[in-house]
C-alpha cells in the first residue's frame, strides 16, 4: 500500500493542489494527514473545506488546529505574550472559518496508531508526548529515543517543525518528519511531503520536494492585510525564521 503523509498544510491551496497532484501521478492509495491546515496562510477556509470532503482520508489535530478549535481570551493573550504575529493571524481566521469548521478541527484525534499492512504506525504532530514538540534534524539520537519512550509502533510520523527528517533508533523504531506542505522552511521552499510503501510488516519511505506557485501564494497572504500579513508572505518566498 502506498501511502501519501501530509503536514502542515497552513491555508496554502497551491502547495497542497501541487503536492495531491504529484501523489496522485506516484500512484497513492492513501492519505495519512498529520494536522495544522489553517492557521497563518492565505486561504484557511478553503482548505479546512478541501479537507472535509476527503471521507477517505486519516487526519489528526495539530496544534494550531487545536488552537483555532478553542479560540478564545485566553488562546489570544497567549498568542499575543509569545507569537503576535500568530495572534493576528488567527484573529483574522476566525472572520472565515465557522462553527462547522471549528467542530471539524475540535473532533480530530490528537493522535493515531494504525496497522498499515502489518505495519504498526504511529500518526503525531509534534511528537507523542506533545503536539508542538519539535523533532527536528540533527538531534541526538538519545533525545530522540527519549522522545518516543514507552511507544510501541514501528514507525512514528511526525511533522510541525516544516523540516523534514528521519531517525533509526537502536530499538529498530523509525522516525519521520514528513515537513510541510504549506509552508515549507527548507533552504529552497519547495512544498514537502512524504511517501510510504508498505508491504508485508515493512516499508520504505521517500520525501518528496514539489515546485508550485508560491509567488501566487504570497500575493494573496499579503493581500489578507493583518499586520504581520507581509511576514508570512515573504517566508512562502524566502524561508530564514520560524518564530515571530
Request: with cysteine; charged share 25%.
Amino acid at each position: 500500500m502506498k501511502v501519501a503523509v501530509l503536514s502542515d498544510i497552513h491555508a496554502n491551496v497551491q502547495a497542497l493542489e501541487a503536492v495531491m497532484g504529484d501523489a496522485v501521478e506516484q500512484g497513492c492509495e492513501h492519505v495519512f494527514c498529520l494536522g495544522d491546515l489553517a492557521l497563518a496562510g492565505p486561504q484557511p477556509k478553503e482548505v479546512v473545506e478541501y479537507v472535509m470532503s476527503q471521507p477517505t482520508w486519516t487526519v489528526i489535530q495539530g496544534n494550531t488546529d487545536k488552537m483555532i478549535a478553542n479560540y478564545g481570551q485566553e488562546i489570544m493573550e497567549f498568542l499575543e505574550e509569545h507569537a503576535p504575529v500568530m495572534a493576528n493571524a488567527i484573529a483574522d481566521d476566525m472572520k472565515v472559518l465557522d462553527d462547522s469548521h471549528r467542530a471539524f478541527l475540535a473532533n480530530l484525534p490528537p493522535q493515531l496508531s494504525l496497522d498499515v499492512d502489518g505495519c504498526s504506525v504511529l500518526l503525531v504532530h509534534g511528537s507523542p508526548r506533545r503536539n508542538d514538540e519539535d523533532i527536528l534534524p540533527e538531534m541526538p539520537l538519545e533525545e530522540i529515543e527519549e522522545i518516543i519512550s514507552g511507544v510501541g509502533e514501528k514507525l512514528i510520523l511526525c511533522g510541525h517543525t516544516h523540516i523534514p527528517c528521519g531517525y533509526q533508533t537502536n530499538s529498530g523504531q523509525t522516525v519521520v518528519n514528513v515537513g510541510s506542505v504549506g509552508r515549507p522552511l527548507t533552504e529552497k521552499p519547495r512544498a514537502c511531503y512524504a511517501i510510504i510503501d508498505f508491504e508485508n510488516g515493512s516499508f520504505e519511505v521517500r520525501h518528496r520536494f514539489i515546485t508550485y506557485d508560491n509567488k501566487a501564494a504570497a500575493e494573496i497572504m499579503s493581500q489578507r492585510g493583518f499586520i504581520g500579513a507581509d511576514r508570512l508572505s515573504d517566508l512562502l518566498l524566502s524561508p530564514d525564521e520560524r518564530h515571530f
